[in-house]
């Protein structure tokens, strides 16, 4: 989506603010609402986002089975009481109004990793079972299962209104294939924010640097590729021995690698109105792009790690050794106990002043999807619409303002950046759908141990990639 809502989001967090000053638990139902059980009145006058209708299922289950929600990864998809978590009370203010208002019940359940929720997905569909409604997957579990027959297509679900606002209408798009979706993600999906790229700047050290406001280079549409890479190299340092002291740049390599290309608008695998195209090996901006940034790591401007473990390629910037954090919005957390200077948010620069807006990667992304094995699609579809749309009103706004509290981002500037980042999102298939095949030899092989150019990995996945394309047509054809 495009729409800016910054000051609309800032009214949303002070409004939520004011609500968790007001007395929520009752003891009883009153003419105004009806109670939860759990002493939380939710609303009968709240108006829906959605057009849905009435229903009534008859106090039904709906089964749900989502991986397990960690710091940083917000998995979660319901809670038992509501508690002191700004967010978790989200959902389950949202969960509890989708029951009373369609007479049902969720009953939700976990699994520690995501291909427990893939083979989950298997044998029911396998067996002919009916388990759960909804299965979350991560999206390239989830485009095999949707071209194997496995979900229910999103024609096949009446209820769905996917040119709705809480639909992610550039991600779903760039899901898409020949007008046909393989994939509905929606604001239910918070891990497709969460999961989007973004930097994170030491603010005292710019300060020092004398480094002009970041923010404003933003807004000016000054904040470039050329910008960023000139002050990296201004604050690197190295002592006598030639060891670097101060990075320009440290980060996750996954998460800075491949972004290169995407914020500065180019895609691994083009899609231009429905034709997929493998774009690497001859792409000369992509060369450039490639050229540049593995210049800047052997310079000791930029350094990055490539594992995940502990955490640890946060440590450079945690400890004041680094100006900016190659990061996601959901890893934000862990720069939350900074004590010794402050740090802001932004956006991947643009290309060039001229390139339309600042583009953030998606990195992988969650969604549930209907197993096909499901008996009512009418039913699945309009929960699924409602908790599209119920996640919209009250899970997204609450984000903001966990934000806002300062747990995670400390000032308003970064709050816009946010949703900057949020308006402009980009996903691309041979980084998110195909990323076994060309993301991981690519930041294994180009930026890590340099055995491939764009130009030698195009050579030797070229032919599997190609494959995986005309198996995506042939996917999209059996979508009605």
């Not at 020949?178 to 790229?197: E, W």
């Not at 021995?241 to 608008?265: K, R």
């Amino acid at each position: 989506m495009k729409v800016k809502r910054t000051k609309l989001l800032r009214i949303i967090c002070l409004g939520l603010v004011i609500l968790m000053m007001l007395p929520l638990v009752m003891a009883c139902k009153d003419d105004e609402g009806d109670d939860t059980g759990d002493g939380v009145t939710i609303s009968n006058d709240d108006q829906y986002l959605d057009d849905l209708g009435e229903y009534d299922f008859g106090g039904s289950e709906f089964r749900v089975l989502s991986v397990e929600s960690k710091e940083g990864t917000y998995t979660l998809f319901d809670i038992d009481t509501y508690n002191d978590s700004i967010l978790d009370r989200s959902i389950y203010t949202r969960n509890r109004e989708i029951e009373q208002r369609f007479n049902m019940k969720f009953v939700a359940e976990t699994e520690s990793a995501y291909d427990k929720c893939t083979e989950a997905l298997t044998l029911q569909v396998s067996g002919g079972e009916h388990n759960y409604d909804l299965i979350e997957l991560i999206n390239r579990r989830a485009y095999v299962a949707a071209i194997s027959g496995n979900i229910m297509s999103v024609s096949s679900l009446p209820c769905l209104d996917t040119t709705k606002d809480y639909y992610l209408q550039d991600i779903n798009k760039m899901c898409s294939l020949n007008g046909k979706m393989f994939l509905a993600y929606s604001d239910l999906s918070i891990y497709t924010f969460q999961r989007a790229a973004c930097l994170a700047f030491n603010k005292n050290m710019a300060s020092d640097n004398q480094i002009a406001d970041l923010y404003s280079m933003v807004e000016n549409n000054t904040w470039t590729y050329e910008e960023m890479y000139k002050l990296a190299r201004q604050v690197a340092t190295k002592d006598g021995d030639g060891n670097v002291t101060t990075y320009g740049m440290y980060g996750q390599g996954d998460y800075m690698c491949t972004t290169i290309y995407l914020a500065a608008g180019e895609n691994i695998i083009e899609n231009n109105n429905g034709k997929l195209e493998f774009n690497i090996g001859k792409n000369e901006k992509m060369d450039t792009l490639t050229k540049q940034f593995l210049a800047e790591i052997d310079a000791g401007n930029i350094g990055y790690e490539l594992n995940y473990k502990d955490e640890t390629w946060n440590d450079e910037f945690t400890s004041g050794m680094a100006l900016f954090n190659g990061t996601v919005i959901g890893k934000l957390f862990l720069l939350r106990d900074i004590s010794d200077f402050d740090y802001g948010v932004l956006p991947w620069p643009k290309y060039e002043a001229t390139q339309e807006s600042y583009y953030s990667r998606v990195i992988d992304a969650w969604l549930h999807v209907a197993p096909i094995t499901c008996p009512n699609a009418e039913k699945t579809s309009v929960i699924m619409e409602a908790l599209a749309s119920g996640s919209s009103k009250h899970v997204f706004p609450a984000y903001y303002e966990n934000a806002l509290t300062g747990q995670v981002v400390r000032d308003y500037q970064s709050v816009d950046m946010l949703e900057l980042i949020r308006a402009n999102r980009v996903f691309d298939w041979g980084d998110v759908t195909w990323s076994e095949t060309i993301r991981v030899p690519m930041l294994n092989h180009v930026f890590g141990s340099r055995k491939f150019t764009l130009a030698t990995l195009y050579a030797s996945v070229g032919k599997q990639v190609n494959g995986l394309i005309q198996e995506a047509y042939d996917g999209a054809k059996k979508i009605n």
